[in-house]
């Protein structure tokens, strides 16, 4: 039997196409999707296999609605503790109030396989669009969202290939701006302290590429290097700035992946009695509201939340200026505040 290579991407995918591609019946298809009867384990993942090329979703409305989709919308989200993702969430919330729209959030953990998972129950529902951060995603997830047949919005991050649209910044060019900030500001053995991001956390990786690019450009390389897993942030960025500090004490800045770290070293700092910004600056990243009451402003930069999420709202509910639905990238431009952790030039 002759296996199709690409379905038509305009259609939604069907029991038949997976039978071809698997080169089994559609009532064994059904079985082995469905969990129900007697298969062979070959067989079964024969079946398994030609479904996640094909990014093939079963259909969970029944009957008369089958062929229709919901008012929902999927919002899949890595974290539900990331003090970032709630300030999205509200401005998604924002613009779909009046559409008849609902968004349901899925969180993936930061896990390619869970917000594979994830992503496949969503769809099973048929919403009306999704909205999902980032735009890296394990090769079955880009299959499903690619054949979804609905409005596809990516968010946070624009450094990449959309598989619909895409709302966010440009974290590469992030990381830019803010080490020419503290270059221009004078200093020069600047360390870095963030989380482990060999393949997760893809916007953290991106502004610390942008923040090298810049630095070389100055001349300058990275003094120093912290990172951690897990735990409490504000904790950890006290244990990290303590240890970076303890082993290189010439460091005169300390670039930070997030807010929440850059706020334990800046209070650790402050407690040594160290110079702030004088002998040591000090910047993170997403201009968390909460960090406002710290003894000092933390040098940061805004990630645009609000915004982010009323623009891909915006765009799954047919609300933006061009009246199209879909196909859209757009860049937000974050602003950097420089607080009071980082010298006036």
């Not at 996640?52 to 229709?68: E, H």
Request: hydrophobic letters at 40%; a negative charge.
């Amino acid at each position: 039997m002759t296996k199709p290579t690409h379905p038509d991407p305009r259609r939604t995918l069907t029991l038949r196409d997976v039978s071809e591609a698997s080169g089994v019946s559609e009532m064994t298809v059904s079985r082995v999707l469905r969990n129900r009867g007697d298969v062979s384990d070959s067989t079964r993942e024969r079946v398994l296999e030609a479904a996640r090329r094909l990014g093939y979703v079963p259909n969970k409305i029944a009957g008369a609605l089958a062929s229709q989709r919901v008012n929902l919308v999927g919002v899949i989200i890595p974290s539900l503790s990331n003090m970032v993702f709630p300030e999205v969430m509200t401005g998604i919330s924002e613009v779909l109030e009046d559409t008849g729209l609902q968004p349901v959030v899925g969180v993936s953990n930061y896990q390619p396989d869970r917000e594979e998972q994830v992503i496949y129950e969503m769809l099973s529902w048929r919403p009306s669009g999704m909205i999902l951060a980032g735009l890296e995603h394990s090769e079955a997830s880009h299959a499903m969202l690619q054949q979804a047949g609905i409005p596809i919005v990516e968010i946070m991050d624009i450094d990449g290939t959309p598989v619909d649209s895409a709302v966010g910044i440009s974290h590469r060019r992030a990381g830019r701006k803010m080490a020419q900030a503290i270059v221009a500001a004078g200093y020069r053995r600047i360390a870095f302290l963030g989380t482990h991001m060999p393949t997760n956390d893809h916007r953290a990786r991106k502004r610390l590429e942008g923040f090298e690019e810049a630095l070389a450009q100055a001349g300058l390389t990275i003094a120093d290097r912290e990172y951690y897993s897990g735990g409490s942030a504000l904790a950890k960025g006290r244990e990290m700035t303590e240890a970076v500090l303890r082993r290189t004490p010439d460091v005169d800045f300390l670039y930070y992946s997030n807010d929440m770290i850059g706020a334990g070293g800046l209070l650790w700092c402050l407690e040594q009695g160290l110079d702030v910004p004088g002998r040591i600056g000090l910047a993170g990243f997403n201009g968390v509201e909460l960090l406002d009451g710290l003894p000092r402003r933390l040098a940061t930069m805004d990630a645009c939340r609000l915004e982010i999420g009323r623009c891909a709202a915006e765009i799954i509910a047919g609300k933006r200026p061009s009246g199209v639905i879909g196909g859209e990238v757009i860049e937000l431009q974050p602003t950097l505040q420089p607080g009071d952790t980082i010298r006036r030039i």
